[in-house]
């Protein structure tokens, strides 16, 4: 496996693997790997001859005051997860190299940014489409993979790709969920004890909202005063959102008559925890 940190290298390698006619696949990360990254890797070696990954912190997501310096980080071992799950290369540019003195080029979508997290994060999808559009150019992957647990991110990506005619192919990998059904995340590592145990809170409302599709239950009204009721009962969670709506254009449904997206975003204490599902209606 090639660990490379210079974007010319990064380039200069994709650039002559397509001319031995490899197919690439790329798995963007921010690293503090989990195995809901190494199934994404694992999806992404099914469609290409080589599997790069980045790990990438990326400053430009993060808002003034959100996590950028706390974000955990494990270089180490993410190396050896890397090689475990049959990366070939692993690009860790740094930030200086990414945006170095004098940077001003964003690439930002109109609408998708607002909704969801987008509200409560307002420079979020700026900096996570800028900061893919330029690790697009320097991998030049023909196929990426992105997770279906930051389920507005895939929705923006595969928008963001067919409205600037990006010639690569666009994943979903699903969402992975520790046995107990918390949505593995990078930030579960901030949880105390007891907030791991109430962080169960955003997959059972979940869970409770499935089955009351199952049971006939149609009014989105009905399944978010369930989940808000769900969610209050712990003391230390903040509501963010409480979402039902068009998994596409990400606009709220006040019935259930087609598949429907349920996000759920909380801050539990200091960690932000967000979580979803695709509710089918009978
Ligand atoms: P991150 O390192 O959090 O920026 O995530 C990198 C990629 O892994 C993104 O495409 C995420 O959607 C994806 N990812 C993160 N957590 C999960 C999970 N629990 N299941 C599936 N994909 C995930």
Redesign the pocket.
Known sequence: MDVIGSIHEMQSLSDSLRQQGKRIAF?????FLHD??L??MREAKKHADILVTSIFVNPAQFGPNEDLDAYPRAMESDLAKSRDAGVDVVFTPTSDQIYPEGYETYVQLETLPNHLCGLSRPVFFKGITTVVTKLFHIVKPHVAV?????FQ?LAIIRRMVKDLNMDIEIIG?????EADGL????RNAYLSDDERTEALRLSQSLSKAREMITAGETQAAAIKAMTETHLSGCPDMTIDYISLCDPETLDEVETVTSPTLMALAVMLGKTRLIDNTVLVPQ
């Open positions: 798995v963007p990360t921010m690293g809901g990254h199934s994404l992105f997770g279906e647990k930051d991110q990998g699903t969402l992975i969920r949505a593995m995340s990078s």
